[in-house]
């Protein structure tokens, strides 16, 4: 069936939304290393051995000690601290102005990166893009309540506290002086049909964002099995395809649809390739790049099917009353998985050195 006229406008902006929403988030994380290098100016880049391909397989991929854990770290830690706590005040501020303010942090937090010479200035750039995506993602996927969850769907293709004592929430949540919900709507938020979905998100987010940021920048291949790659264009395009996965599987939520139990194999199978990826950094066993180019697409599409699924899933299955809340909550559940994952990052990433010597 064809939908109409303002049925597109509605899927066509939501997803413009979350493709310039993750825009700077995103780019990010795909430059990295070039971020890192700011730091390192008399290393890789100063001595051109960017320049060309990897001589050797074994050749070990260790020269300093910073991780782009770091990057991820500063890249998700400011947009998790946004999306937390924006569903409890956000409501009290017009869309236009938070529009502005995510507008306004992500063409700084760009232009500061492109044009910084200091590693730490550069740092100051990722962190603003950080605040304006999650400011954005939290305002737009709460705000697509007031729409048919197609536009959920629209959302998800243009993008990118599991731990805290139950009964400490329910008490904060009910407290007048602090979050004043009701009990029921406390007890909605808190419901388990709400905890389960949440949860396999974060596992799965944390498990590609640990290969993505732990694990990918030790996997380098010579130049004979990496189409003549550069050491630092082969992490580049690792990212690429990361990306180009969770695009698809993110867009085609509309025309498959995944079963609920999907998001259950999800978070085993992306688990799966972190295990899978942490003996290749230390053995190198794998024979060409090509093959961690297609598990690394197969990566993002496992990522962006749970993300869609998630979301999807509590538009269509929490109540009306606390629908625009809950899908703010669940804005946070990828980004918690990305916070932890930038810790984990930075252990495997001087963990592997330590073993590679």
Not at 40 to 47: A, I
Not at 168 to 191: H, R
Not at 241 to 251: K, T
Not at 300 to 311: E, I, P, Q, R
Request: charged share 10%; hydrophobic share 50%.
């Amino acid at each position: 069936m064809l939908l109409n006229p303002s049925k597109w406008r509605n899927i066509t902006a939501f997803w413009l939304f979350g493709m310039c929403n993750n825009y700077a988030y995103i780019l990010m994380l795909s430059a990295a290393e070039d971020i890192i290098e700011k730091n390192h100016k008399d290393d890789d880049m100063g001595n051109g051995t960017n320049l060309t391909c990897p001589l050797e397989r074994g050749t070990k991929h260790c020269s300093n000690r910073q991780s782009t854990g770091f990057i991820l770290l500063a890249d998700v830690l400011p947009s998790f601290i946004i999306m937390a706590i924006a569903p409890f005040f956000a409501h009290k501020i017009s869309f236009g102005l938070r529009h502005f303010l995510v507008v306004l942090s992500q063409s700084a937090g760009l232009l500061i990166v492109a044009y910084s010479e200091s590693y730490w200035i550069a740092i100051l750039g990722v962190v603003l893009a950080s605040l304006s995506c999650g400011l954005g993602e939290s305002t737009l996927v709460s705000y697509s309540c007031h729409f048919p969850h197609s536009t959920v769907v629209a959302w998800a293709s243009g993008t990118g506290g599991a731990g805290v004592i139950g009964s400490f929430i329910y008490a904060a949540l009910t407290e007048p002086q602090l979050f004043g919900l009701s009990p029921k709507d406390a007890l909605l938020v808190m419901q388990v049909g709400l905890l389960k979905y949440i949860i396999p998100l974060v596992l799965v987010y944390f498990a590609e964002y640990t290969i993505n940021q732990g694990l990918t920048q030790l996997i380098v291949f010579d130049c004979g099995h990496a189409f003549g790659l550069t050491k630092h264009s082969q992490y580049r395009w690792y990212q690429v395809l990361y990306r180009a996965g969770v695009f698809i599987s993110r867009s085609s939520m509309a025309i498959v649809k995944l079963p609920v139990y999907v998001l259950y194999v999800l978070p085993v199978l992306q688990l799966g390739n972190t295990v899978f990826f942490y003996f290749e950094a230390i053995h190198a066993y794998l024979p060409h790049i090509a093959i961690a180019f297609t598990i690394i697409f197969f990566e993002g599409l496992f990522g962006g099917s749970a993300y869609v699924k998630t979301l999807n899933h509590i538009h269509k299955t929490a109540d009306p009353s606390v629908r625009e809340f809950s899908l703010g909550v669940g804005t946070c559940s990828d980004t918690i998985g990305i916070l932890f994952a930038s810790f984990s990052a930075i252990f495997l990433h001087n963990h592997i050195c330590d073993l590679l010597g």
